[in-house]
């Protein structure tokens, strides 16, 4: 039998597990404290526990912690991050300090099988899923690196995180839990491509916000940019979101990639105006992060200026993302890790 991950149990399941190796349940409480609350890499740290059980767990339950193994900092103050998981395999995320807030972007899978045409990860491929101790780890270790407090977390690095469901639900429940990050709901938010039947049962399943990552207004263009949009084209997408039991004030966020010439046009502006009808939501527009291999261009920004007044114009909340970490290739979109 391999192993118990107790970096990967939620409060209840670790306390449960704590039980199944002798403990009382409390022990539990105790171990997700230190492991995500003050984010110990080992049992020698876990000072309130006895020598004995430390020894018992090293041997039962080993711990991995993530390795920082790159850390490039951009003149705007972001970060990149290059984590090392147990089995070698690497993720990137970005952490980005503003004046009232910092964000870190976590990545959910090694590579993404999505396939997206702008994104530089999907030149990976889908390499393995991410444990929910490895999704939570990458805050863990910014923080130790970093040495200060991150107050919003967003799934929008590598991988499509509902892909990846049962790990991400388990991830955000260690980010809430008061003996764990204990973050604010409305600090989280994950990201999908639009895998519809995951939307639904993720918006059950955890309170944190969804983002959409749209980039269309029309099947054609979508189906060329984002291969999921043959399976759940734009109508059943949206249809899904109109629908979606969201909480009191709560919005959907609809990410916007802006490439020239391709979906950046006032016929898209007015078309997404008439397609997002009916559904409490805002929109980010996000400028095309060029990187090489790729022929997409970014549009000048009184293309992007005039696209934002015009959605603005028809009373939804839309904000171009300021690109953040461009120069260290840690912008949307442009995490990438070579081959293991
Ligand atoms: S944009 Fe997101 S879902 Fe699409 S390939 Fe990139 S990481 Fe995957």
């Not at 991410?130 to 970093?146: H, V």
């Not at 909480?247 to 046009?265: P, Q």
Request: with cysteine.
């Amino acid at each position: 039998m391999p192993a118990p991950d107790l970096s990967s149990q939620t409060f209840d399941r670790l306390q449960d597990a704590l039980v199944r190796l002798g403990e009382p349940a409390f022990r539990g409480r105790q171990i997700f404290s230190w492991l995500h609350k003050k984010n110990a890499v080992s049992y020698s740290e876990m000072t309130d526990l006895s020598r004995d059980l430390r020894v018992r767990l090293k041997e039962a339950a080993p711990l991995h912690s993530l390795e920082i193994t790159g850390r490039q900092e951009a003149d705007d103050g972001t970060v990149k991050f290059r984590y090392r998981l147990a089995d070698a395999q690497e993720v990137e995320g970005v952490f980005m300090p503003e004046e009232r807030r910092s964000t870190l972007c976590i990545s959910t899978q090694v590579g993404c099988g999505m396939g997206c045409k702008f994104c530089a990860t999907a030149t990976m491929g889908f390499r393995r899923n991410l444990t929910a101790g490895e999704i939570t780890g990458q805050l863990e270790a910014a923080k130790r690196k970093l040495g200060e407090p991150i107050s919003n977390v967003v799934f929008m690095g590598m991988g499509e995180p509902l892909a990846n469901l049962e790990a991400v639900l388990a991830a955000v429940d260690i980010l809430l839990h008061s003996h764990g990050h204990h973050m604010s709901r409305r600090h989280v938010t994950v990201s999908t491509a639009g895998l519809v039947p995951a939307m639904e049962e993720f918006i059950h399943r955890t309170p944190v916000k969804l983002a959409v990552s749209l980039n269309a207004t029309t099947n054609k263009v979508r189906d060329r940019l984002m291969p999921i949009n043959k399976k759940y084209p734009i109508e059943s997408l949206l249809e899904c979101c109109r629908h979606l039991p969201l909480r009191h004030t709560d919005r959907i966020t609809f990410e916007y990639v802006m490439l020239d010439g391709i979906n950046d046009s006032q016929e898209d502006a007015h078309r997404l105006i008439r397609i997002l009808r009916g559904i409490r939501c805002k929109v980010n527009l996000i400028p095309f992060n060029p990187f090489s291999g790729l022929s997409y261009r970014r549009p000048n920004e009184d293309t992007v200026e005039i696209f934002q007044e015009t959605v603005a114009a028809a009373g939804i909340t839309v904000m171009t993302r300021k690109s953040r970490g461009h120069s260290l290739q840690g912008a949307c979109g442009q995490l990438v890790v070579g081959e293991k």
